[in-house]
């Protein structure tokens, strides 16, 4: 007899490839990651071999925690596992990915139409005219910013990440400013909120070559990382609320 739960996976598991093939920027993302898969096979010691795992940031980092390990020198059949392994795991991140921009392309479609105003009848529209003239101009809604950010913390799924982005980056502030030898920290926070982080790192490193400024790299590079996770969490808000739309009701 099948349980409650196991219906609900199918229709969100749709929704999912529905978001990842239904919309050209989905399907031009995952065009361009089918062609850089397949240049790292068959160029393995090109300069565009690792493009898969800047294209599929940030869930493909984490194949660094993942027991095989593809370039690790093992043969026979644990190398055939190993790449297998990494090949799949790669295919799962590029189609969250694409779903992720899919939510995205969603939204700014229907981001007009759900904000937009039907026309008031006659009457009420001049009902509304005399309020404003004894009111004065109404003040705008705050929605702008708000309604921008508000899919990184209505859910779980954003708000777990921004939880682990605020652990990566209050360590990697720690061993820079308290430890007397920070190490490779900052590599925690680059990895949480690549591909976005990418750039901070690109904007603060060159502070790090002035001595009487050297101080700023860490703090430019946090904030930079702060606001790369924020927009992947709007981002992972965006697809935890289509995932979630319109689910099917069980009949009574």
């Not at 598991?13 to 990651?33: D, E, H, I, K, Q």
């Not at 700014?108 to 509304?128: D, F, K, M, Y």
């Not at 820079?176 to 982080?197: E, H, K, N, Q, R």
Request: hydrophobic letters at 55%.
């Amino acid at each position: 007899m099948p349980t409650a739960s196991h219906p609900r996976r199918v229709p969100r598991l749709r929704r999912l490839l529905a978001l990842a093939s239904g919309n050209r920027l989905a399907r031009g993302y995952l065009a361009v990651f089918a062609v850089s898969f397949t240049v790292m096979f068959l160029f393995p010691e090109s300069d565009f071999a690792g493009s898969p795992l800047l294209l599929t940031a940030t869930l493909s980092l984490l194949c660094v925690f993942l027991p095989l390990d593809p370039g690790a020198g093992i043969e026979g059949a644990a190398e055939v596992t190993a790449v297998a392994v990494f090949a799949v795991w790669l295919l799962l991140c590029a189609l969250v990915n694409a779903a992720v921009l899919g939510a995205l392309a969603t939204r700014a479609a229907t981001a007009a139409p759900a904000g937009a105003r039907e026309p008031l009848p006659r009457a009420a529209h001049s009902a509304e005219r005399k309020r404003t003239d004894m009111t004065g101009p109404a003040r705008p809604r705050p929605q702008g910013v708000r309604a921008l950010l508000a899919p990184a913390v209505d859910n779980w799924l954003a708000r777990g990440y921004l939880a682990v982005v605020a652990v990566a980056l209050g360590f990697f502030l720690c061993a820079a400013f308290v430890l007397p030898d920070p190490g490779f920290a900052g590599i925690w926070p680059l990895m949480a909120t690549a591909p976005f982080s990418i750039l901070a790192m690109a904007v603060s490193s060159p502070v790090e070559y002035y001595s009487s400024i050297a101080w700023l790299s860490p703090l430019i590079f946090s904030i930079g990382v702060a606001l790369s996770g924020l927009v992947n969490a709007v981002l992972l808000g965006l697809l935890a609320r289509r995932l979630r739309s319109r689910e099917p009701r069980p009949a009574v």
